[in-house]
């Protein structure tokens, strides 16, 4: 199956700062999604984004399928964007598959 | 819509017992997925439905694990008996058609195996 390689795995930013996340994938995807997993554990959808850009306040992702790639900008961090960010994808199959994510910690 | 529910949020159980999780999908979605995360696996699918119908098993452990999905509205998830490495937490998602459509997650039942 496909495989989904996320970086940075750790990130910690100090609150207002901006950040990218990557995600890479092994084969083309037909399906993508952007999901943080808050600290109680919630997977709260962000993007549904199999291809171009999308923006939703603070938040934005794009994905390039030809080349394989996705990223999410986070833009003027606050504490409550805190957690874990997966960028599921399927190749051609129902299965979204998941990384390892990457956990962002917020500070004051 | 209320979203994928899940229950119960929290089972703790003894190792030999019997775990039955349950998941109502979003109302109109045809396909149902179960996922376990595990801090050494991560995510991964354990099974999914389309049209109540089970499409891909290979991802359920062992023959103690089974799922159903009687309808449209309703799916369970059974551990039979349970063993401590089932500690886990367990999501139910949903989608409105296959694989090639937004998933929405349920808020997981987190499961205890002592």
């Known amino acids: 199956g496909i495989q989904v390689e996320q970086s940075p795995p750790d990130l910690i930013l100090q609150e207002g700062a901006n950040s990218t996340l990557r995600c890479n994938f092994s084969d083309s995807v037909n399906n993508l999604q952007w999901f943080h997993q808050n600290p109680w554990g919630q997977l709260i959808n962000l993007f549904y984004i199999p291809s171009g850009t999308k923006q939703n306040g603070r938040l934005s992702a794009t994905t390039v399928a030809t080349e394989r790639y996705s990223l999410l900008y986070i833009s003027s961090s606050q504490t409550t964007d805190s957690g874990v960010y997966f960028c599921?994808?399927?190749?051609?199959?129902?299965?979204?598959?998941f990384g390892k994510g990457t956990k962002l910690s917020v500070i004051p | 819509d209320a979203g994928v529910i899940q229950s119960p949020r929290h089972e703790v159980t003894e190792m030999g017992q019997e775990v039955t999780l349950r998941c109502k999908p979003i109302?109109?979605?045809?396909?149902l997925f179960w996922y376990r995360q595990t801090m050494m696996r991560g995510l991964e699918l354990l099974i999914y439905f389309n049209n109540n119908v089970p499409i891909d098993d290979s991802g359920m452990p062992e023959d103690r694990f089974s799922a159903k999905m009687p309808n449209a509205s309703f799916s369970t998830l059974k551990i039979q008996p349970s063993e401590p490495r089932d500690s886990a937490v367990y999501f139910c998602a949903s989608s409105l058609w296959g694989a090639d459509a937004e998933a929405f997650f349920g808020q997981g039942t987190r499961l205890t195996v002592v």
């Open positions: 109302s109109g979605h045809n396909s």
């Open positions: 599921p994808s399927g190749a051609g199959s129902y299965q979204l598959t």
